[in-house]
């Protein structure tokens, strides 16, 4: 296994549109190699989550902890099950030392093939759906960033002295 080099905010590829994985290939070892390389980078830079286009290679592909299992997501689809939003703080290993609160729909649906080919169809709420979503973000050239409150993105180092701008706000309104 190797430790795989993350694309920083910036680079093109975190941009593109990752193209599907054919079922028929993910059996292949270069599919599995990616994988297995991929779970290692994730646990050595203490992720969440990763998406392969998150690691050079512009592929329907995302390795992340989900129900307490790491789990493998091959060509995921996410479908919104509530109009209702929750709010999280992000970060992003692509994004390296910010943070910005993002609100997503509450509760998804999500179907994907898994490392083995065979089908994944889950219903998941709160911080299970937050990082299926941010993930798959990665796959639609899409980052946090552009999803979130700008006015509470902030460095990490900030933002664990301060809290989020939301935070700050009321700690300021308190002390008038």
């Avoid at 779970?39 to 592929?59: K, W």
Wanted: proline residues 5%.
């Amino acid at each position: 296994m190797a430790i795989l080099k993350v694309a920083q905010l910036g680079h093109p590829i975190l941009r593109q549109v990752a193209v599907p994985i054919p079922p028929e290939q993910i059996g292949t070892p270069e599919v599995q190699q990616l994988i297995a390389d991929m779970s290692h980078t994730m646990h050595e830079y203490d992720g969440a989550g990763l998406a392969a286009p998150q690691v050079h290679v512009s592929v329907r592909l995302v390795i992340l902890d989900l129900l307490d299992e790491e789990r493998v997501l091959i060509n995921p689809i996410i479908t919104p099950l509530t109009d209702e939003l929750v709010r999280t703080v992000e970060g992003c290993l692509s994004v390296a030392k910010m943070r910005a609160a993002v609100d997503r729909p509450a509760k998804i649906r999500l179907q994907a093939l898994d490392e083995r080919g065979e089908a994944v169809d889950l219903e998941l709420e709160d911080f299970d759906a937050v990082v299926v979503q941010h993930e798959c973000d990665h796959l639609d050239g899409i980052l946090y960033v552009d999803r979130c409150d700008t006015t509470t993105l902030a460095f990490l180092d900030e933002y664990r002295r301060w809290g989020s701008l939301d935070t700050l706000a009321e700690r300021m309104a308190e002390e008038e």
